[in-house]
């Protein structure tokens, strides 16, 4: 709800809370019963995130929809997990969430080897790029995607010949606002593209400085936590356009009835539309677990996530949800790229 990924938790709140008003309207679950939301905030910090989860368990929460970040998400499982809670993260994408044996837990995105193998695809394949920079924030998630997607290159260079390589392996700092060094090490690598895994603030002010330095024959891809409006606000619009983002679909592209209904009432009740995939990411988490609920009669969590594991073509408001495999996984690809046009907007990217 604070820090610097606030914009996105508070788009959680905002969609579980026009939901859960929603259901109650109706007459609640379970013959009346109302929902009842109850807010943390751990500001994306694991160790808040776990003292978070400590006082939701004691408050007695029947299920969890969160965290944003997969550090805290990681950080807040564990808790979860030996308190027998329920938990889906609506944007958590690091693939070890969900190779811990958790069984209470899932996600209503797609992990981060979906996005690896698209971003790799895209880079060597569709547009040509033969010196990869990979750059992370060090955290679970950036360094995870960094790290599936150097794989995935190298099993495209040695299955197709692809003269392909990743020139530049390196991290920077949550919240650095100078990228001199890294800029340097770009050029001294003659970098032609940069897959940048980190989140939205680092990655305008990276494009930024890279517009400043004249580094303009660096194709940028963001990975899906750049998937956000004030990434192009902090970069400018001039420095942004052609910027590319791998991600899930945007709200514009789903062409769905529940997606349109959602960011209908999202409008009337808070008079914008959802800000962020992960917004509408985060209303399916409730709509499942309201399902679940609603479906075995039952609040147990376990028999919560029994049910999850046998659910078949949901209709999210990010798209049918197909099912999920026993990890809690979300079965099917799911990945699109985007590009910043010269308004400034993403948009399908277009080969």
């Not at 500001?43 to 029947?62: F, H, N, Q, S």
């Not at 692809?162 to 606002?177: K, M, N």
């Amino acid at each position: 709800m604070t820090g610097e990924w606030a914009a996105e938790g508070q788009g959680f709140r905002r969609a579980v809370l026009l939901l859960a008003d929603k259901v109650n309207e109706e007459g609640g679950l379970l013959d009346g019963q109302p929902v009842e939301i109850v807010v943390g905030d751990d500001r994306g910090d694991p160790e808040e995130a776990r003292r978070v989860a400590k006082r939701l368990v004691e408050e007695g929460i029947v299920a969890i929809v969160g965290a944003y970040n997969s550090d805290a998400t990681e950080a807040a499982s564990s808790v979860y997990d030996e308190a027998g809670i329920l938990q889906i993260t609506p944007s958590s994408t690091a693939i070890r969430l969900t190779e811990k044996g958790y069984t209470r837990f899932f996600r209503t995105c797609f992990r981060d080897d979906n996005q690896g193998k698209f971003a790799a695809s895209l880079m060597v394949n569709t547009l040509g790029k033969q010196r990869i920079a990979l750059v992370h924030d060090d955290t679970v998630y950036a360094e995870g995607l960094a790290e599936g997607t150097q794989r995935y290159v190298e099993e495209l260079t040695e299955n197709t010949g692809a003269e392909a390589a990743v020139v530049l392996f390196t991290a920077i700092t949550p919240g650095q606002r100078d990228f001199t060094a890294l800029l340097e090490q770009l050029e001294a690598n003659a970098a032609d593209v940069l897959y940048f895994t980190g989140y939205y603030p680092e990655g305008g002010l990276l494009v930024k400085q890279m517009k400043e330095s004249g580094l303009t024959e660096i194709q940028f891809i963001g990975g899906d936590a750049v998937n956000n409006p004030e990434f192009v606000t902090t970069a400018g619009v001039e420095a942004a356009t052609g910027a590319l983002v791998t991600s899930a679909a945007l709200i514009e592209d789903l062409d769905y009835q529940e997606t349109e209904q959602f960011v209908a009432d999202y409008e009337e009740t808070y008079g914008e539309r959802p800000m962020s995939a992960w917004t509408l990411a985060s209303a399916d988490a409730f709509r499942l677990i309201e399902h679940a609920i609603a479906e075995t009669a039952s609040t147990d969590p376990a028999v919560l996530a029994e049910f999850l594991h046998t659910v078949e073509d949901f209709p999210g408001i990010t798209g049918p949800i197909v099912g999920y495999d026993q990890k809690g996984d979300r079965e099917g690809l799911g990945i699109v790229a985007y590009a910043v046009n010269q308004e400034g907007k993403l948009v399908l990217y277009e080969p």
